[in-house]
């Protein structure tokens, strides 16, 4: 059974950058396409970005110039940076496999 | 961007009762890129349907999907208390990925 789990800072603090990590459990992260999602509290969802397992990426464009991707798949893992975040920026973030599997979502604070 | 619009916004039904939720697109979609989700307070979405009209691994056949173009439905017959939740279409034919803003199903 595949799972993913999002780890990372609950607070980042504005004009800093968002890391978060998705472990990925169950399944080899050397295929299929891996995305990021993010809600802000009380609101709709927002499709961030995917890479592939090769590395290629899509970005949407509104995050696009702040968004950067990576896999590492000696370690099962795949990241996500947001640079130069604001209050904005505060939600929930999910990592998922295709659109079936998802992480449990992990809340990040953007505050001083 | 293609922007999906739900409705209605909230939709208050009775168990038992029939819910049909609908998604329109900005322009037309290509019918195998247009899934539904459901998600409850403090839980990651969960994929309903996918393709319009196929269901996803261990959805119960009263989740139904259609459409074609612009206009797409999710149908849920008789409601069961744990379908009380809110509800999302999204296309992911055309980059950006967008979702639309969700439909509340609340128990009447």
């Known amino acids: 059974q595949v799972q993913l789990l999002e780890s990372g800072p609950g607070l980042v603090k504005p004009s800093e950058t968002l890391s978060l990590m998705c472990t990925v459990s169950g399944a080899s992260i050397s295929s299929y396409y891996w995305s990021w999602f993010r809600q802000p509290p009380g609101k709709g969802l927002e499709w961030i970005g995917y890479i592939y397992s090769s590395g290629s990426t899509n970005y949407n464009p509104s995050l696009n110039s702040r968004v950067t991707m990576s896999v590492d798949t000696s370690k099962n893992q795949f990241s996500l940076k947001l640079s130069s975040v604001t209050a904005a920026d505060t939600a929930v973030y999910y990592c998922?496999?295709?659109?079936?599997?998802w992480g449990q979502g992990t809340l990040v604070t953007v505050s001083s | 961007e293609i922007v999906l619009t739900q409705s209605p916004g909230t939709l208050s039904l009775s168990p038992g009762e029939r819910a049909t939720l609908s998604c329109r697109a900005s322009?037309?979609?290509?019918?195998?890129?247009l899934g539904w989700y459901q998600q409850k307070p403090g839980q990651a979405p969960r994929l309903l349907i996918y393709?319009?009209?196929s269901r996803a691994t261990g959805i119960p056949d009263r989740f139904s999907g259609s459409g074609s173009g612009t206009d797409f439905t999710l149908t849920i017959n008789r409601l069961e208390p744990e379908d009380f939740a809110v509800y999302y279409c999204?296309?992911?034919?055309?980059?950006?990925?967008?979702f639309g803003q969700g439909t509340k199903v609340e128990i009447k």
């Open positions: 998922a496999r295709d659109f079936s599997t």
């Open positions: 322009q037309s979609l290509t019918s195998i890129y």
């Open positions: 393709a319009t009209s």
């Open positions: 999204q296309q992911y034919g055309n980059s950006p990925w967008t």
